[in-house]
């Protein structure tokens, strides 16, 4: 089960998919880790880093993978900095890696979805939005700064939690069309 009531969405290019594996690494006397797991139709898994390994905080995001996005689940749109370093140690090279999120003025934009009950657009917050997904009920704030909150995915089984997350990226994708993020 995933248990999260937040997160941010980071896109990453295509082509780098297939690369993406476990890795461990220090740099600058900082450590670094992503352990990743495959499953059927989506990935798991979570990234490390710290100060100190040795005397320091770890700190652990999960993450579950959809095609060529990653939903962190944190609070913190920070936590895409030290995920960046470990993508860009994986390819070698600094890779097409960006938080997707919602461009500024949001736009006013419909989207046909039978779970999504009702959008309120503030252009430069983001969007409240209403979701009935076969009796999840959820208010989802998406904002124009990368966060995403909803109601907890607690006792929501895997399949249903990430049915929801396609719906937000569904959303990001429609208010995206002809926009630069």
């Known amino acids: 089960m ?3 009531s937040s997160s ?4 990453i290019n295509e082509k780098n998919i297939n690369a993406l594996k476990n890795v461990s690494f220090e740099e600058d006397g900082k450590f670094y ?3 990743y797991k495959k499953e059927i139709g989506y990935n798991i898994g979570e990234i490390h880093w710290a100060e100190s390994f040795k005397y320091g ?3 652990i995001v999960s993450f ?3 095609n060529k996005y990653f939903f962190l689940f944190t609070s913190s749109v920070q936590n895409f900095i030290p995920f960046k370093k470990i993508l860009n140690h994986i390819y070698k090279s600094d890779s097409d890696i960006e938080i997707y999120k919602l461009p500024i003025p949001v736009p006013s934009k419909k989207i046909n979805d039978d779970y999504i009950k009702h959008i309120d657009i503030d252009k430069y917050f983001g969007l409240t939005v209403n979701l009935d997904a076969d009796g999840y009920q959820s208010i989802t704030k998406i904002y124009t700064n990368g966060l995403i909150t909803y109601s907890i995915l607690y006792n929501v089984e895997n399949e249903k939690a990430i049915e929801i997350l396609k ?3 569904k959303i990001l994708e429609v208010y995206n069309e002809n926009n630069d993020i």
């Open 167 to 169: 719906i937000i990226l």
């Open 64 to 66: 579950v993978q959809i």
């Open 33 to 35: 880790s992503l352990c």
């Open 8 to 11: 941010i969405v980071i896109k």
């Open 57 to 59: 905080k770890i700190n």
């Open 2 to 4: 995933l248990f999260s």
